[in-house]
């Protein structure tokens, strides 16, 4: 992980192209296609911009600056994808006043296209979540929770299936392990399987089954550990159909994506943008004519008032 003084020392990340040889994204040929992926995760309530106290976040992030910055990146043209990692609630006192209700309309008004529940998502109580569910115009995935006799029931997917530019793409979730960071009275009767279980078995369906182009993991796991706690690196060595996970709960701020060789010895992309909204990711694939999924450059980008226009 980066220390806070070299990551607000740096302004953008992955200005190196990792899979087009140094071309231009506009040179492939027109029969190519083209996918911006733009993601964020663990932003903690963070609805204004870190205040302007002297601190190293100071001015940083907020809704408004992040709203202003997709609203440029779709301008561009092209097929964009917006998605969150989890932990969207918990650390301002928006939180503690409205429960999630203010961070999840923002989330709708920006058009993300979904979400995976993080552990601080359940600190209003797996019925506070519920409640928040109607303000939610994009679907909230996790596949390894089996949320059966409770309020989730039947209202959190494991998957989703969006169509852009002629691909298919899936995108499922994954939630941590609950038991030490969620009481049993906030997550009721939720019951946690196996991720690695679960993720073999839902990116080969989507890729397989649903003839997926591209399968995307939400992530809520964490990067990397020490110890044998399962990770997103984890979940890339483990599973053979997954292309991109998108991370979190770790708050860790990757320079550049981490390239990780699945089962089947192909390359799976993992990325993770810190805390707090500070910094929206973004990932620019190409496919080719067989519709395989290749990264072609990163630039996510710190967010503030001069970045967002």
Known sequence: MLNRRSFIKKT????????????????????????????????????????????????????????????Q???????????????????????NMYKGEPEIKAMSMMGYDACTMGNHDFDAGIEGFARLLPYANFPVLVANYDFT?????????PY??????????????????????VSRAASGNTKYNNPIQVAKQVSEQ??????????????????????NKISDKTIAKETEYIDLIIGGHTHTFLDTPAIQRNLAG??????????????LGRL??????????KLHKTNSVNINKETSG
């Open 12 to 71: 953008s990340i992955g200005a190196g192209l990792l899979a087009a040889g140094g071309f231009p994204f506009q040179s492939f040929a027109g029969s190519t296609k083209k996918l911006t992926i733009l993601h964020t995760n663990d932003v903690h309530s963070r609805l204004d911009a870190f205040p302007q106290d002297g601190g190293k976040l100071a001015g940083m992030g907020g809704v408004a600056a992040r709203a202003a910055l997709i609203s």
């Open 73 to 95: 990146i779709r301008a561009e043209g092209g097929h964009v994808l917006l998605l969150d990692a989890g932990d969207m609630l918990q650390g301002t006192p928006y939180f």
């Open 149 to 157: 006799d409770t309020p989730l029931e039947h209202k959190v997917p």
């Open 160 to 181: 989703t299936i969006i169509k852009k530019g002629g691909l298919k793409i899936g995108i499922f979730g994954l939630g941590i392990e609950l038991d030490g960071l």
């Open 206 to 227: 989507l890729k397989k089954d649903e003839k997926c182009d591209m399968v995307i993991c939400l992530s809520h796991l964490g990067f990397e550990y020490e110890t």
């Open 266 to 279: 192909r390359e799976t992309v993992i990325n993770q943008v810190g805390w707090g909204g500070v910094r």
């Open 284 to 293: 620019d694939y190409v496919f080719g004519t067989k519709n395989d999924a």
